[in-house]
């Protein structure tokens, strides 16, 4: 026990994200930092020229020289680095070019220009060389080169040409693709192990009435849950001191739970995020500095940069890639015209799902702020008003009542969560019927909320949908198409049904949108509610007698399954 201990008393609590979000590229420039190529046999073998050795080896020197030098010697020091980087072959020696390259730039920003200046005096193009070696096998070169990349384009006066911009941009997004399933998939095979030794253990002690140290019979799955949310507990707790967690309570913590096994999840855990997805955080902290451009911003939606944050925040990704990602949202929405398009990508249902199950404040803290920017960027009114009610068909209310209850350090989470809950209410107050529905059609989580069942609301709005060249009703019957939700396909029948039967020329646009069709191909559907709500949309498609409609639709209603929509068949 007093190793854990040792471990979590001896870390100040600011440090211990710090254990998840250290960067293995650093870990690795460190070492190889400490291998310092041997530049004099590289120059005896003629691999580089005398100027490149007597260059290279004056950057190799300590910080104060080594300043010195760049400072009399910069065009030489961009050539030889640059020429290094195409002629040399050996892993490691790249690997060291590029770290002493980043350091340059890390220790300061306007060394940047050395490279654009003598490229641009050249006629040469400065990203070649290092867009190059993303084509290569080796993942800290690859990684290390992207984060040069990432630099160059956006500390310096020149920005990155658009064919070059584009390649890299979707690089970057390849790669997090690639990377967030990687992650998910180590995480489901490690959670299969674990749930198949678990099971194992439990097998092999099931004849011997093993008891838990706890003195609690030792089921697997629920010992397997426990532990999980006990780590959750401890994690939560030395993330957020406004919980009031001191050394003691998590002394206190620590010993109510079995530690061997705490270890086991914890080393089971690194792996599966860290090693076998060791660059995730480095391409995401590249595309953090991108989408900082405003220039940037609009070649990243092109290569359907949005769509690829969105579908990874929607899976399990640690908090570490949370942030990143959702700051890279953040950023994107400084810009009034992709404010506005955001929730297009449904960014608001997935940001408000993350914030309810979030325990960290900086992943609070950002999708805060990403919902402000939504509803203060956005030039157009009616789009803020829309992204507001969006938010609260989210239940984001009652996530903002909860935090209002939680104390903040952090000025920002405050004045943000304010900020939010006034907007919100305001919108509530100001919302048309219309509004209400259009929104939640938009959003696709379709319920049976009281403007579906209101007579009076499709006699005033039937004709609405038709506006924006049919823009609900295409949602409507795309949802037909694709959901899986049961609660959808009906919501969705209903509406249809009754857009139908309100507005005269209904059945033909909805024949047009190809609504019909697959309204039929539910009648076939295994859920009950689904194949009656299906039935009652067709016989609204069919008829042409509504008062006789009326008198069959009152006979159905008394035979509807439990937990339909109450039907009135009065027009």
Request: aromatic content about 8%; some cysteine; charged content about 25%.
């Amino acid at each position: 026990m007093t190793d854990v201990q040792d471990i979590m008393s001896s870390l100040p609590d600011d440090k211990i994200d710090m254990i998840a979000a250290t960067s293995v590229l650093q870990q690795q420039a460190g070492d190889i930092r400490q291998n310092k190529p041997n530049w004099y046999s590289y120059m005896q073998s003629q691999m580089i020229s005398q100027e490149d050795y007597a260059c290279v080896s004056s950057l190799d020197k300590d910080k104060k020289a080594q300043a010195q030098y760049l400072q009399e010697n910069a065009s030489q020091c961009a050539k030889t680095l640059l020429n290094m980087l195409s002629h040399v072959s050996k892993d490691q020696t790249i690997q060291y070019i590029l770290v002493l390259i980043d350091d340059l730039l890390q220790e300061d920003r306007g060394r940047v220009q050395i490279f654009h200046d003598y490229a641009t005096k050249k006629k040469e193009s400065v990203w070649a060389p290092f867009l190059n070696l993303l084509n290569r096998q080796d993942g800290f070169i690859v990684n290390m080169a992207s984060r040069v990349v990432g630099k160059l384009a956006c500390w310096g006066q020149e920005q990155m040409p658009k064919s070059d911009l584009h390649f890299y941009l979707q690089w970057l997004k390849d790669q997090l693709t690639v990377a967030a399933q990687k992650l998910l998939h180590e995480m489901e095979e490690a959670e299969k192990k674990r749930l198949a030794e678990a099971a194992a253990s439990h097998h092999g002690h099931h004849g011997h009435g093993h008891q838990s140290h706890h003195g609690e019979a030792h089921h697997p799955n629920s010992h397997h849950h426990q532990i999980a949310e006990r780590y959750r507990e401890i994690s939560s707790a030395i993330d957020d001191p406004q919980r009031g967690s001191s050394k003691e309570d998590l002394h206190s913590i620590f010993v109510t739970i079995d530690y061997f096994y705490i270890l086991t999840i914890l080393i089971d855990l690194i792996p599966v995020c860290f090693k076998n997805n060791e660059y995730i955080q480095s391409v995401a902290r590249c595309l953090q500095m991108m989408l900082r451009v405003d220039e940037y911003r609009f070649a990243f939606v092109t290569v359907d940069g949005i769509s690829t944050l969105i579908s990874i925040l929607s899976s399990r990704v640690n908090f570490q890639v949370q942030y990143q990602l959702v700051f890279c949202l953040w950023v994107l929405t400084f810009n009034p015209l992709l404010a506005e398009k955001m929730n297009k990508f449904n960014v608001i249902p997935i940001l408000a799902d993350i914030l309810s199950d979030c325990a960290k404040e900086k992943v609070t803290r950002i999708i805060l702020a990403v919902f402000r920017n939504l509803i203060e960027k956005p030039e157009d009114s009616q789009v803020a008003k829309e992204h507001c009610i969006a938010m609260v068909q989210c239940k984001v209310m009652k996530q903002l009542t909860i935090l209002e209850q939680r104390r903040f350090d952090d000025e920002d989470i405050t004045g943000d969560v304010e900020f939010l809950t006034e907007k919100l209410q305001n919108s509530v107050q100001d919302l048309s019927s219309f509004d209400e529905y259009a929104t939640e059609v938009k959003s696709a989580r379709l319920e049976w909320s009281p403007v579906h069942k209101s007579a009076k609301f499709w006699r005033e709005n039937a004709q609405r949908l038709n506006e924006k060249q049919y823009e609900l009703l295409r949602i409507l019957v795309h949802l037909l198409e694709t959901s899986k939700d049961p609660l959808v396909l009906s919501v969705a029948s209903y509406d249809i049904g009754e857009y139908v039967r309100h507005y005269p020329r209904g059945k033909h646009v909805i024949e047009q949108l190809g609504g019909k069709q697959l309204v039929m191909q539910l009648l076939a559907h295994e859920d009950p509610n689904v194949r009656y709500e299906a039935l009652l949309a067709v016989q609204k498609l069919m008829v042409h007698n509504w008062e006789y409609l009326g008198k069959q639709l009152e006979k159905e209603n008394e035979k509807a399954p439990q937990g339909s929509a109450p039907i009135s068949g009065k027009a």
